[in-house]
């Protein structure tokens, strides 16, 4: 029979049954006439503590229930006699199925810094704050397909291997079954891609979006769930070189319905995990209040985390143009001060201090830029009539920065032609993406949520390699 988890026990709560838990041994403590155990089976941030008589089990037995141990405990369900939970198993029977050597264990029960924990990724899995954040994960991943699925929206699967590099999003890692020490040459000397598996040059996508717009052109609307790939070498707390990005993609949808959409997307998230993870949410904002304790005022988180949950599901986002963000900044303070690192005027990328200041300082809310420079933005993205602007839209987030970018993309052949030639992109690399403007092109627009950074942002941890199960950045690629 399967094993009833530790949730549904805790929910159904059938005291006077005698039910078997399974699970991991988080801690055990001796008093004088018994001994606790507290288990865990990852389906809920709460443990069962088992009570058990040591003279009802094999003494050999308990001794190898140590913290770690695979176990499987059969007992009463009771009402609990001591504090911190309403029931306790008393225990008659108890198998172990691993015991884990004490002095080997990495997870002793006490606090490990995350960065410890980080080269245990095989093990963390099991301390609180993971299995929090692994729960909370899996949420939102769900809740994501749900809210796709009620709204008509198709799940599209693209490629991870391509043979394109239009979206020129960052440095592509390679795939090939050449062999790397003595590659086939061609006649002028360089490597012979025509013999690789493939028969041509292939890479791990950065995007799915240019597949995902052909899937637009012909279901209506559509969305990618998958992993995507960058080799840029940015060694940062918000960048992985394998993370997860949901990209909807969507038929006769303007810049202006590409926003509200993004919007509605990101509070019904918000929202879906205050909802459904309350327990876990509420350990981590204990977890994230302790851990700023030591922090001076102005590094402090401004809310705890479900009050900046709440926040962004109840108030709308500050939408404006890159031109007007670019004044703003120009006439901030820390501006005028010499502050920013990057300095700031019309035409140059927004650096995360300068997102960061216009959310966290000038809104105090979750912001919507349009309109950037063409320059700075992918060929894709439609022309605007002033000639100098693009349709975009990056959603810039508290604690952040960008988690969604995203653009109306340019319908008109002749301009998408112009603007892939200017940009330098073979045409021949991207002939089926180009036509998709000669047969019945039509307005369309969407948008990448990075999955890590909602992640991020709803777990209020501070570090993308800590939201997800084995990170991959430069130069760490265990597990
Ligand atoms: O802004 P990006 O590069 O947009 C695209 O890839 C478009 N094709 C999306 C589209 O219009 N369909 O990436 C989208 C999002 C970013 O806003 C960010 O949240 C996340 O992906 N992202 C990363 N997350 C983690 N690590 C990285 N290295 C990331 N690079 C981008
Ligand atoms: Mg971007």
């Known amino acids: 029979m399967t094993p009833k988890t530790i949730a549904t026990i805790l929910k159904d709560a059938q005291i006077g049954k005698e039910i078997t838990i399974k699970g991991w041994v988080r801690t055990k403590r001796d008093s004088k006439n018994v001994i606790f155990i507290n288990i865990n089976d990852g389906s809920t941030i709460k443990n069962i503590q088992a009570v058990v008589v040591p003279t009802d089990i094999e003494e050999s037995i308990i001794h190898q229930v140590v913290t770690g141990a695979g176990v499987a405990i059969t007992g009463i369900l009771t009402p609990s006699q001591g504090s911190g939970q309403d029931v306790e198993l008393l225990a008659s029977h108890i198998i172990v199925y691993g015991t884990a050597d004490p002095e080997k264990y990495p997870l002793q029960p006490k606090k490990h810094s995350l960065e410890f924990l980080r080269e245990i990724a095989h093990l963390r899995p099991r301390t609180n704050t993971f299995g929090a954040i ?75 979006q240019l597949e995902g717009e052909l899937g637009a052109m012909a279901l209506g609307k559509i969305y990618t769930f998958g992993p995507t790939f960058r080799a840029e070498n940015s060694n940062t707390a918000r960048h992985l070189a394998e993370f997860w990005m949901i990209e909807p993609e969507m038929a006769f949808y303007e810049l202006e319905d590409n926003m509200d959409l993004a919007e509605e997307f990101l509070q019904y998230l918000v929202k879906y995990a205050l909802d459904n993870c309350s327990d876990d949410i509420a350990f981590l904002e204990k977890r994230l209040l302790d851990e700023e304790k030591s922090l001076k005022k102005e590094e402090q988180s401004p809310l705890p985390l479900r009050e900046k949950l709440h926040f962004v599901v109840n108030n709308s986002f500050k939408r404006l143009t890159y031109t007007e963000a670019i004044k703003i900044l120009e006439n901030s303070k820390p501006n005028k001060k010499g502050q920013f690192k990057y300095p700031v005027s019309w035409g140059t990328d927004l650096q995360s201090e300068h997102e960061r200041y216009l959310v966290e300082k000038e809104f105090n809310a979750p912001v919507i830029l349009t309109d950037y420079p063409r320059e700075i933005k992918s060929f894709y993205m439609k022309q605007s009539e002033d000639g100098k602007t693009v349709r975009a839209m990056d959603v810039l987030f508290p604690g952040i920065g960008e988690i969604i970018g995203g653009s109306q993309r340019e319908e008109d052949y002749d301009k998408l032609i112009k603007r892939v030639d200017e940009v330098g992109i073979d045409h021949e690399t991207i002939w089926w993406y180009l036509e998709t403007r000669k047969f019945g092109t039509v307005p369309h627009s969407g948008f990448g949520l990075g999955f890590e950074r909602l992640v991020l942002f709803v777990t209020g941890m501070k570090n993308i390699r800590d939201v997800i199960p084995f990170p991959r950045t430069p130069k760490s690629a265990n597990f």
Not at 152 to 171: N, Q, V
Not at 172 to 184: I, S
């Open 134 to 208: 692994l729960r909370i994960r899996h949420a939102l991943a769900y809740a994501i397909h749900q809210f796709f699925n009620e709204r008509g929206f198709f799940y599209l699967h693209t490629p991870i291997i391509t043979g394109s590099d239009a979206e020129g999003a960052g440095e592509m890692f390679r795939v090939t079954t050449l062999d790397p020490k003595n590659p086939p040459l061609n006649d002028k000397g360089a490597v012979d891609y025509k013999e690789d598996f493939f028969g041509r040059e292939t890479n791990l996508t950065v995007s799915g």
